[in-house]
């Protein structure tokens, strides 16, 4: 007959992997709703503002001046000082994941969360 004895110290490390193991899952379960940010990057700095905000940043770069609008849940760049205009015309933007770039004068606004649904990855 098998019988399993265990000694104070292994009690101490079962007992410390299962804690370990109830807290990862807790954080791995927690928090995934919440409302998306919009991360805005200039040369030089960083802003970080809620997707549900209404703000007008205005970012210096090389070139000058880009303006950047947060409003009703969505984000776009107004104006901008490069010539092709790109960032302008890539429109509004609302989803966790996409971005604009002004790559002219060294802008980029992201958004960054996780939509309800979300999938992570996908497996065939």
């Not at 004895?5 to 490390?13: A, F, K, M, Q």
């Amino acid at each position: 007959m098998f019988r399993l004895s265990l000694r104070p110290g292994d009690w101490i490390v079962l007992l410390v992997s299962i804690i370990l193991v109830v807290l990862l899952t807790l954080q791995s379960l927690g928090d995934r709703g919440g409302t998306p940010i919009v991360r805005i990057e200039g040369e030089d700095e960083s802003w970080v503002y809620p997707l549900d905000a209404d703000i007008e940043v205005e970012v210096e770069g090389p070139l000058g001046h880009t303006h950047v609008l947060i409003h009703d849940g969505a984000v776009w760049v107004s104006d901008s000082p490069c010539t092709q205009k790109v960032c302008i015309a890539a429109g509004q933007i609302s989803a966790p994941g996409t971005f604009i770039a002004c790559l002219p004068n060294r802008v980029l606004v992201r958004i960054e969360g996780k939509q309800e649904g979300e999938v992570d990855g996908l497996a065939f």
